[in-house]
């Protein structure tokens, strides 16, 4: 199975603050990586898919990018509704497996 | 629009059974795959199986094997996870997950709202 690391578990940042998190594969996945944000006692909502692919409807303060075994989640200007778990996942094999999540906080 | 409607969840005892239904909307079912994923209270996302579009293909999580039956009904729009034997550890809320497709792959484009399942005597 692959393995997907998430870094760091949890952050705190202010409104306006650039946020970076990362997430590696233990083995090449290629670009099958999707980036999720859940927040509390919702179902989680797909951010970025195939590693740069902006889902419709997401503001472009979200990016992602990276291939092979590392990624980036960026969001450019934090915003008061940013402020969530963000997990990555690989689509590369099944099983499918996720981080382990990325909680970002209000500092 | 797409929606996804989890039921059956509930409190069940250990070793006891519970099969958890989805209802689908919105979309033509019979031409996505479908997946059970899970989360522990407090704790992340763990994806439990799959099922492709006309149901000939089934993965399972290794640690569900043998336990947990995943179904769909075409004819119905309804997916299904069948489980026994359950365990405290499966203590989570349930979702089931459209899984989407452009050419750049796969991805969990439709999730449903939940249902919650306790493990507990």
């Known amino acids: 199975d692959i393995q997907m690391t998430q870094s760091p578990s949890s952050l705190s940042a202010s409104v306006g603050d650039r946020v970076t998190i990362t997430c590696r594969a233990s083995q090449s996945i290629s670009s099958y990586l999707n980036w999720y944000q859940q927040k509390p006692g919702k179902a989680p909502k797909v951010l970025i898919y195939?590693?740069?692919s902006l889902q419709s409807g997401v503001p472009s303060r979200f990016s992602g990018s990276g291939s092979g075994t590392d990624f980036t989640l960026t969001i450019s200007s934090l915003q008061p509704e940013d402020f969530a778990t963000y997990y990555c996942?690989?689509?590369?094999?099944?099983?499918?497996?996720f981080g382990q999540g990325t909680k970002v906080e209000i500092k | 629009q797409v929606q996804l409607v989890e039921s059956g969840g509930g409190l069940v005892k250990p070793g006891g059974s519970l099969r958890l239904s989805c209802a689908a909307s919105?979309?033509?079912?019979?031409?996505?795959?479908m997946s059970w994923i899970r989360q522990a209270p407090g704790k992340g996302l763990e994806w439990v199986s799959h099922i492709s579009s006309s149901g000939s293909s089934i993965y399972y999580t290794d640690s569900m094997k043998g336990r947990f039956t995943i179904s769909r009904d075409n004819a119905k729009n309804s997916l299904y996870l069948q489980m026994n034997s359950l365990r405290a550890e499966d203590t989570a809320v349930y979702y089931c997950?459209?899984?989407?497709?452009?050419?750049?792959?796969?991805?969990?484009?439709?999730w449903g709202q939940g249902t919650l399942v306790t493990v507990s005597s």
């Open positions: 195939a590693a740069s």
């Open positions: 919105g979309f033509t079912f019979s031409d996505y795959q």
């Open positions: 996942q690989q689509s590369y094999s099944i099983p499918r497996t």
């Open positions: 997950a459209r899984e989407s497709y452009d050419s750049s792959g796969f991805y969990f484009g439709y």
